[in-house]
């Protein structure tokens, strides 16, 4: 499966972006999906995790209460709404997805496929 992430950007600490991930080349709907990030100088942590049927969401308990992921299997899509961004929130996003059925959601060695990331700014 091939995955685009989009919809980053630059914002002012209190506001909202809402994040993208398409999906293309296998049915959708067998993949879990997860969202990592990256910050400048640090390595990459898990952000939120949705399974194959838009259950079981999970989040880092950095932004638990601030985002929510959802998904959207008709259109082949997963989102992450992000509310409140603060400037520690500054990253690259991913989103990914595993090959396998075993895995542990906050684990990005447990996925195999990887969107190009999208750039986040948060100013304070």
């Known amino acids: 499966v091939q995955l685009q992430a989009s919809g980053g950007g630059l914002v002012q600490a209190g506001g909202s972006l809402r994040l993208s991930c398409a999906a293309s080349?296998?049915?959708?709907?067998?993949?879990?999906v997860a969202w990592f990030r990256q910050g400048p100088g640090k390595e990459r942590e898990f952000v939120a995790f949705i399974g194959r049927l838009g259950n079981s969401p999970y989040y880092a308990g950095s932004v638990k209460g601030r985002f929510t992921i959802s998904r959207d299997n008709i259109k082949n899509t997963v989102y992450l709404q992000m509310n409140s961004l603060k400037p520690e929130d500054t990253a690259v996003y991913y989103c990914?997805?595993?090959?396998?059925?075993?895995?542990?959601?906050?684990?990005?060695?447990?996925?195999?496929?990887w969107g190009q990331g999208t750039q986040v700014t948060v100013s304070s």
């Open positions: 990914a997805a595993p090959s396998s059925y075993y895995y542990t959601a906050h684990n990005p060695k447990d996925y195999d496929y």
């Open positions: 080349g296998r049915t959708f709907s067998n993949y879990a």
